[in-house]
């Protein structure tokens, strides 16, 4: 072997180990969860009520309080972002206009999630005066995930071969109709799975909640969206940091709820997005 | 027939005047929906504006109860003591030790790491890799905090027999995890960027892949590198969950790696709780949060202007 080679298979193997220390300890988190909390997990665990000041019985009302604000912060995400896109893709001209609107989306991927919890309880929480609830905490989270489907559905809508709308308009079609019937049809799921991800991230935040949603100890399902609630990554926070006493076991059993709810998400857009592919190259 | 001609033509001038109508009408819901579409198109402007507008109007309230002077300058952050004092030092000493650390340990694994995924795996490891780099940017960070309480605060403790295992060094190792994604991502996109001609040439002046890599693609991928980098930083300093769960918090100016250490993200999200509205320890979470919020806001340009300049040089 030459100096060259030799050199080439030193660096070359530092390389694959700076990616092995990536991929262990990844594998490792989520082995070690999955190790630790399974034993936890049962029917009653995620359906009964936290009993004896959370130290025993389920988490329903974390798991419940969760999908509420994760289904109220899609609901309102998705519109505003799949039209911030179609605005960007269809209409928008290159120009000052659309360089703020992409500086603002750059910027607002960057804020940090606890902005975002501030921002929530200044204008939602109080000026606004809804008060700390489900509805405050979905408006601030969909504030935060925005930036995740504008960038989604604006690839989305990109990657829509620009003879369909040609084909679309020589037909007489309008603009409207092209994007309704052509458009959005082919790019859905790509915008799909944009949501997904925008979901699976609303998921996990716990800083924006906090401010906004938090309730520390409640063990009933909320009513309304004006209600405080329980959410799956503030009770982790809760019982691994302020409950004295707290049983190791809950613990994880929490973090592996919380870890699977996040990973369904992301699976179902990584199997969209993979399928997706292999059907544009065919 | 004459009348039946007529018949025609006035029928026909009766429905070119209904599709008329309806044109209007349908041209008039299309206006409309355009101008709804643009509405839409600029709410990331108008949310980014209302952030930095309502940071501003309710943390600068601070400065009628407290000097710009102590809040910037004085060392100690004591909110709720008998003689409340709200000096931001020791937080942002805290945040950028915390993120120095993280950095220090990120930039060489993600870039090796990115290296690795553009040049050296092969197509079915990197797509493996790939899903298993964005399942890390995934996992909440309130799991990592938890996993941090538990398993590395003992390892670390026990490694350098501290008395506590709550330092800044537990929090840089987690929050490393973290930028690790945004770091790997951007950089494995800006040198996958390069054109083919780059690799092409350079092997055929007969350099070997490493000197291809370190060589002609590193350096050409410079400035995409340079905004990872700049992204994961504004990443790590912005973390919040896990550095307040795992840095020990105290409000003091940390001297080294393994003491305790606290962020200004964690001051804002552990304190927010104990507050009255418009107290002035409220008012000062809101002045941490609009230095957070600058800090972050200058990190992103900084990296959008990197990167748009790579843009250029690469056409």
């Known amino acids: 072997m030459t100096k060259k080679q030799i050199q080439e298979k030193i660096a070359f193997t530092v390389l694959t180990m700076t990616m092995f220390m990536v991929v262990i300890p990844t594998l490792l988190i989520i082995g070690y969860i999955i190790y630790k909390g399974i034993g936890t997990i049962s029917w009653e665990f995620i359906t009964a009520m936290p009993r004896k000041g959370m130290r025993e019985g389920g988490i329903l009302p974390a798991i419940v309080g969760t999908i509420y604000l994760v289904m109220g912060t899609i609901i309102l995400a998705l519109p505003l972002g799949v039209g911030s896109a179609i605005y960007l893709t269809e209409y928008a001209?290159?120009?000052?206009?659309?360089r703020l609107i992409r500086l603002a989306i750059m910027n607002l991927a960057g804020v940090p999630s606890v902005v975002y919890g501030l921002f929530g309880l200044g204008l939602f929480v109080y000026f606004l005066n809804i008060g700390t609830s489900i509805l405050a905490g979905a408006l601030t989270l969909a504030c935060l995930i925005l930036p995740v489907v504008i960038t989604a559905s604006e690839e989305a809508l990109?990657?829509?071969p620009q003879s369909y709308r040609e084909a679309s308009l020589a037909l007489g079609a309008t603009k409207l109709q092209t994007i309704q019937k052509v458009v959005l049809p082919f790019a859905m799921p790509g915008i799909l799975t944009g949501a997904i991800l925008g979901i699976g991230r609303a998921a996990g935040?716990?800083?924006?909640?906090?401010?906004t949603v938090a309730a520390f100890f409640l063990p009933r399902l909320p009513k309304s969206i004006f209600d405080q609630a329980m959410a799956l990554p503030y009770h982790l926070y809760i019982i691994s940091t302020q409950v004295p006493n707290m049983p190791q076991g809950i613990q994880y059993g929490t973090a592996l709820t919380l870890l699977g709810l996040v990973s369904i998400f992301f699976m179902l857009a990584t199997v969209i997005r993979i399928k997706f592919k292999m059907a544009n190259r065919a | 027939m004459a009348n039946a001609q007529e018949m025609l033509v006035t029928q026909d001038k009766f429905t070119h005047r209904k599709n008329l109508k309806k044109d209007i009408k349908h041209s008039l819901g299309e206006y409309i929906i355009e101008k709804i579409i643009f509405c839409l198109g600029i709410t990331s402007v108008i949310i980014f504006?209302?952030?930095?507008?309502?940071l501003l109007r309710t943390g600068l309230t601070l400065f009628r109860d407290v000097s710009l002077k102590e809040f910037l300058f004085s060392k100690n952050w004591f909110p709720i003591s008998v003689n409340p004092q709200y000096g931001i030092l020791p937080l942002v000493a805290g945040s950028l030790l915390i993120t120095a650390g993280a950095i220090l340990i990120s930039v060489p694994i993600g870039v090796?790491?990115?290296?690795?995924?553009?040049e050296v795996a092969p197509p079915k490891t990197k797509m493996v890799l790939k899903v298993i780099i964005e399942f890390l940017s995934a996992i909440p960070s309130v799991v990592l905090g938890f996993l941090g309480i538990v398993v590395l605060a003992n390892w670390v403790r026990i490694s350098f027999s501290l008395s506590s295992g709550f330092t800044a060094l537990t929090g840089s190792i987690l929050v490393s995890l973290m930028a690790l994604p945004t770091i790997i991502t951007i950089s494995d996109d800006a040198i996958n960027a390069l054109p083919k001609e780059?690799?092409?040439a350079s092997l055929a002046l007969g350099a070997t892949k490493w000197e291809t890599i370190i060589n002609v693609l590193v350096p050409a991928a410079s400035s995409g590198i340079i905004a990872a980098i700049m992204l994961g930083i504004g990443r790590a300093i912005g973390e919040t969950m896990t550095v307040m769960m795992v840095t020990g918090n105290a409000a003091k100016i940390p001297d080294t790696f393994l003491t305790s250490a606290r962020t200004m993200t964690a001051t804002i999200a552990a304190?927010?709780?104990?507050?009255v509205r418009n107290g002035t320890h409220y008012h000062a979470l809101f002045a941490v949060g609009i230095v957070l919020l600058m800090m972050t806001t200058c990190i992103n340009l900084i990296a959008d202007f990197v990167l748009n300049r790579a843009r250029k040089e690469g056409r």
Do not use: N
């Not at chain 1, 001209?93 to 659309?98: A, F, H, N, P």
């Open chain 2, 271 to 275: 304190e927010m709780g104990d507050t």
């Open chain 2, 49 to 54: 504006s209302l952030i930095f507008l309502f």
């Open chain 2, 198 to 200: 780059y690799r092409e």
């Open chain 1, 158 to 160: 990109k990657s829509v």
């Open chain 2, 112 to 118: 090796g790491c990115a290296i690795y995924i553009s």
């Open chain 1, 93 to 98: 001209k290159q120009g000052k206009v659309t």
């Open chain 1, 205 to 211: 935040e716990t800083a924006p909640i906090l401010l």
